[in-house]
């Protein structure tokens, strides 16, 4: 009855960290399914994968077609082998997960760690996971993506957890093979992710401490698995490998600040989580110099709490560095779950030890030591409750994507979706460079990338697809000439509605904003006359009344107001922007010979049509106005004037923008012989 008693305890204790548990599996399981990118970089990976699927490599010279992530290619390369797919992606990351909390777990659970009471060592395995997956939020919702984050993280928690097992294992050629396969997974791990090599140190500090006859075997298979596909990947790519996983790498900035601030993010975001492994070091350093002997039940704590130490460097460098997220900090944060679960168990094996020869107390002491560990920890994971729901997608952005994926389709020609690659494969189209890429070997970097600069001069991309970011933050002046080729050559023809964009759930929040087209003048059709394009940079033959409408018409506003105009034609257009919304202005173009039977102009802006509108002035007298078709916006659409009852005589249009609060913006007046 007593057992029963203390098992259903330790089961309330570990409640909260189950309900996290859930909560993760309930995100997890709407999501792993999603046929669009969860996060920005999601398509890019799968392209990789394509690409090495393919025999073509993927380090090789920038160009158009292809530019690598930083990364080295374990977990494209596995994709690869299966097909690349994001479910496939994401069930290979989720595999991973699975592996991190069964070694996790094991690691806590085992004979040689002496354990009296499994309730403590269950307890806090639960408590450890639970802490890990209530930080799934503020890591940006990244264990469960096409990332090579939570493969290169098994890799090494298994590495680490075997090599403090196996290393005192076995005899002969069957002790130095356990640690050869310990010194294997970390060498992998490097091959998900560079950080491993410090993990790499780690080990062969754990060898050295654990069997220092088997540091040579480390040392060999380690390094000869890592130098030696390093040698060969590199002669393979004639350098091009080195270059991107370590010298682009290294030239990205670093940020002290970041550097410092991390330290305090990662240690101070669950308070409770750092005390508890500090507590449960100071009893086993208290137990270690009472009893004179390392007590067994802390050999978890230690291990992983060494692991958290490297891994809050791992986290502090990393978020650092240039263009990084929180995801930087996953390490630390499993890793350190890991140490404070642990210390369930080692205060319950320490106290235990300390109070050995009061065999009547020592339980009831060991267990209240462990619960007052575990408690905090459940409080902890019982605060960090969240909702999984903002982070799956729904109906909508499943429909959202196929629409999106529908017009790339329809677009004849190549199609180049910077952000979102995967996309154009989607829609049967070749994928091109990936943003990411090109921000790597152009911010402050001697690459040039072959053949990019080119094709935006030459217009060989029919259409390209551009997230609310792509202008407005990444393509900055001192990041890239590219963002200024591009608006030279290309102008945006489509906003994107609501109902066509598809949102990502984690990482930086971007979105398919716009689709551009080749700046160049429409072909007119038969029976129609340009009247006005509003190409020329100033208002010739126009009279100015007000500063709305500026010195002439304008390319594009996105410098100064971050906001996309589109489904203009040539290199510019006409807005009511200088000066913001609050100026007022009106322009008055020359008279002109109403030859027709209709005008047709491009229209978008406010709906406001007392104050936002276009007028035909005939023998002064008002004859037609014409306003931004509904719903309005900036997005240009056509609007039609009837001249049935004027047409032979002269007149005159007046761009009207009275509106402090609102703009107005015009493209391409036509007349039209026929009605």
């Known amino acids: ?63 158009r077609d292809f530019i690598p992530y930083l990364y080295t290619p374990l977990y494209p390369t596995i994709i690869a082998l299966f097909g690349p797919s994001y479910a496939i992606g994401r069930l290979i990351s989720v595999g991973a997960l699975l592996g991190l909390v069964g070694t996790g777990t094991a690691s806590m659970i085992g004979r040689r760690h002496q354990h009296r009471s499994y309730g403590p060592v269950l307890a806090g395995a639960a408590l450890a996971f639970g802490l890990f997956a209530a930080v799934y939020p503020f890591t940006k919702a990244w264990y469960d993506l096409v990332r090579a984050d939570t493969l290169f993280l098994w890799l090494v928690t298994a590495g680490l957890a075997g090599l403090a097992r196996w290393s005192r294992e076995g005899r002969g050629l069957g002790g130095h093979a356990r640690v050869a396969a310990g010194a294997a997974l970390l060498a992998l791990a490097f091959f998900a992710k560079q950080t491993a090599i410090l993990y790499v140190g780690l080990g062969g500090a754990i060898v050295l401490v654990l069997a220092w006859r088997r540091v040579i075997t480390y040392v060999v298979v380690s390094g000869g698995i890592g130098l030696g596909f390093v040698a060969l990947l590199d002669n393979n790519t004639r350098g091009w490998f080195w270059i991107y996983v370590s010298k682009i790498h290294r030239a990205h900035d670093f940020s002290m600040d970041r550097f410092w601030g991390g330290f305090e993010r990662i240690l101070w975001h669950f308070p409770l989580m750092t005390i508890a492994i500090g507590v449960g070091l100071l009893v086993t350093l208290v137990t270690w110099i009472v009893r004179r002997k390392f007590p067994a039940p802390a050999a978890p704590l230690v291990l992983w709490s060494a692991t958290f130490a490297v891994s809050v460097l791992v986290g502090v460098l990393g978020i650092a560095t240039e263009w990084s997220v929180e995801n930087a900090f996953i390490p630390a944060f499993l890793h350190g779950a890991l ?46 409750r969240w909702n999984w729901r903002p982070f799956v997608p729904t109906t909508i952005d499943r429909t959202a994507g196929d629409h999106l994926v529908d017009r790339i389709r329809q677009i004849p020609g190549p199609v180049w979706v910077p952000s979102h690659p995967w996309y154009g494969v989607l829609a049967g189209k070749t994928p091109y460079v990936h943003r990411m890429g090109v921000k790597d070997v152009t911010a402050r970097k001697p690459y040039e990338i072959d053949l990019l600069d080119e094709a935006i001069d030459r217009h060989a991309f029919a259409a390209i697809v551009l997230d609310n970011t792509d202008l407005h933050n990444e393509y900055q002046p001192e990041l890239s000439a590219l963002r200024y080729r591009l608006r030279r050559n290309y102008h945006p023809s489509v906003l994107l509605p609501s109902e066509d964009r598809p ?29 006005y394009d509003f190409e020329a940079t100033s208002w010739v033959g126009w009279t100015r009344s007000g500063p709305a409408w500026g010195n002439g018409p304008v390319a594009d506003v996105i410098d100064e107001h971050h906001l996309i105009i589109a489904g203009a034609t040539g290199k510019r257009f006409a807005v009511s922007l200088t000066g913001g919304n609050k100026a007022t202005g009106r322009m008055t173009s020359p008279e002109f010979v109403l030859a027709g039977e209709r005008l047709t102009m491009n229209l978008g802006g406010g709906l406001d ?51 402090e609060t609102q703009h107005l913006a015009i493209d391409d007046v036509w007349m039209w012989a026929t009605p």
């Open 609 to 659: 049509d007392t104050k936002l509108r276009v007028e035909l002035w005939v023998e002064d007298k008002l004859v037609a106005t014409a306003t931004p078709p509904a719903p309005g916006g900036d997005q240009l659409r056509p609007v039609t004037m009837v001249l049935a009852d004027v047409r032979g005589k002269v007149g005159k249009l007046v761009l009207v923008d009275d509106s």
């Open 339 to 384: 140490a404070a679960g642990a210390a369930v168990a080692a205060v319950a094996g320490c106290v235990r030890l300390l109070v050995e020869r009061h065999p009547r107390a020592a339980g009831i002491l060991a267990t209240l030591a462990a619960l007052g560990i575990a408690i905090p920890l459940a409080v902890t994971c019982y605060r960090a």
């Open 503 to 531: 949102r990502t759930f984690s990482g930086s929040g971007v979105v398919p904003e716009s689709i551009w087209m080749p700046s160049t003048m429409p072909r007119l059709p038969a029976g129609a006359t340009r009247l």
């Open 1 to 63: 009855m007593k057992r029963i008693v203390i098992a259903a305890l330790w089961l309330v204790v570990a409640l909260p960290a189950l309900y996290q548990l859930y909560t993760l599996g309930a995100a997890i399981s709407h999501r792993v399914f999603y046929p669009y990118d969860l996060e920005w970089m999601e398509g890019g990976v799968l392209v990789h994968a394509q690409r090495i699927r393919d025999g073509l490599g993927i380090y090789a010279p920038p160009s």
